[in-house]
């Protein structure tokens, strides 16, 4: 009987225990936030605008549903030289939001490399602006800030980096309009992008198969090979 009473306490006592251990770890972000001179509301919005300098550098123009594609830092890499110093000049401010949100030094190193890398490879005419679309220094940033702010301010939001644009757009209209607080009505605000991406991928593709196949024909009136 003692040990059907102790079975039945061991729950409650891990639960318990789970509780404070949520709460001593929602003490410790609220330190962490006093102790940056940061409210939560003023990291999700300075980490926003470094995913749209981010987006803007490296995939201003994107692959439908993800984060890969081509930005002004590509563009860039095309002026021999003076195109890659102003690229690894921008890159910096990356560096500078990411301080501002209390990132240590040592943590961004990974970052920095990849600029100085990105900057050397971007010398090389054409192969360098192409390896640029694969080399992207200022998500990378992006990335490791959003991880120190996951451990360190407990933040696990990935919508206001992902789409900093349209989630901005959205926060403004969710303050006059409940419509757009609607979790399908917003998910689907945030990805219309996508959604004409994939149109206008599915348009090309369309449009492709009907030059082939008008290509195809009239070589076959040509030639006789029909």
Not at 71 to 76: E, Q, R, S, V
Not at 99 to 117: N, T, W
Not at 195 to 202: E, H, K, N, S, T
């Amino acid at each position: 009987m003692g040990k059907l009473r102790e079975s039945l306490k061991r729950p409650d006592l891990k639960r318990a225990s789970d509780e404070m251990s949520s709460d001593e770890s929602q003490k410790n972000y609220q330190l962490n936030l006093a102790e940056q001179g940061l409210t939560r509301a003023q990291v999700i919005a300075t980490e926003r605008k470094l995913a749209k300098f981010a987006n803007a550098m490296d995939s201003i123009v994107r692959i439908p549903f993800t984060n890969q594609g081509v930005g002004a830092d590509a563009a860039l890499s095309t002026l021999p030289l003076a195109g890659d110093l102003a690229g690894l000049a921008l890159t910096s401010y990356a560096f500078i939001l990411g301080r501002q949100l209390g990132v240590p030094a040592h943590k961004m190193l990974p970052a920095v490399r990849l600029a100085l890398i990105d900057m050397v490879v971007g010398i090389v005419p054409v192969v360098g602006t192409l390896l640029d679309i694969f080399i992207r220094p200022s998500r990378k940033t992006l990335s490791i800030v959003h991880q120190h702010l996951h451990n360190e301010y407990g933040i696990t939001e990935t919508t206001h980096m992902d789409r900093p644009f349209l989630h901005q757009q959205l926060e403004d209209k969710q303050k006059t309009s409940r419509f757009w607080r609607h979790p399908i009505a917003a998910w689907l605000y945030l990805h219309i992008p996508d959604m004409l991406g994939v149109v206008f991928i599915a348009l090309l593709a369309w449009g492709l198969w009907a030059v082939i196949g008008w290509v195809v024909s009239l070589f076959g009136k040509m030639t006789g090979f029909n």
